[in-house]
């Protein structure tokens, strides 16, 4: 009985700890009976069929560096998920098209997404930035960033049109479809 009792009084501790985290909030699912933690900004989580987004979360003793922390680290996460996206894009597009030179053109179309990536996270929204203040004096900064699929794709074949070598194999309808093709698995594998 003694064990039951610390056990009780150990999983009550854990609990109370959790529903005392700032800016978190606590539901219980009725059907397992389980508390869901919703983090401020969540509902920017996933990406939509116009803009990539991700979300972040940093703590630090300092407001500003929490702040500038969550907003790098958000952005390192898109910059990852939208380079992985493209590079499905112009790989797919590289084999679609089957030139002589197909690998040469996979590196130069890859070299060109990571600057056309690097270019946009400039152009980056900011969708939701909440500060908490929590019990042990810390900052928590939750963050949830998001880039335009349209804009990505314009600065892409913009780049691609103006880079004489990439531009004579350059088949813009067939880009277009491939990344519109690609954007729809995107969107579909979160349903």
Do not use: W
Not at 1 to 23: E, N, Q, T, W, Y
Not at 94 to 114: H, I, V
């Amino acid at each position: 009985m003694k064990k039951i009792s610390i056990i009780m009084i150990a999983v009550l501790s854990i609990a109370v700890s959790c529903k005392s985290k700032k800016g978190a909030k606590t539901v219980t699912d009725k059907a397992s009976g389980m508390e869901v933690i919703t983090l401020p900004c969540d509902e920017f989580r996933s990406s939509t069929a116009t803009a990539f987004r991700a979300t972040q979360s940093q703590k630090s003793s300092d407001l500003s560096l929490s702040r500038e922390k969550a907003l790098v680290v958000a952005k390192q996460r898109l910059a990852g998920l939208v380079e992985t996206k493209i590079t499905s894009v112009t790989d797919r597009y590289a084999d679609e098209y089957q030139t002589a030179n197909s690998l040469e053109m996979k590196g130069k179309y890859n070299n060109l997404t990571r600057e056309i990536i690097s270019q946009q996270l400039n152009d980056v929204t900011i969708l939701c930035e909440k500060t908490v203040k929590e019990s042990d004096g810390n900052y928590s900064t939750y963050v949830a960033v998001e880039m335009n699929k349209d804009a990505l794709k314009k600065a892409l074949e913009n780049k691609i049109s103006s880079s004489a070598k990439l531009n004579i194999d350059y088949d813009k309808m067939k880009f277009e479809q491939i990344y519109n093709e690609e954007m729809k698995k995107l969107d579909d594998a979160k349903k």
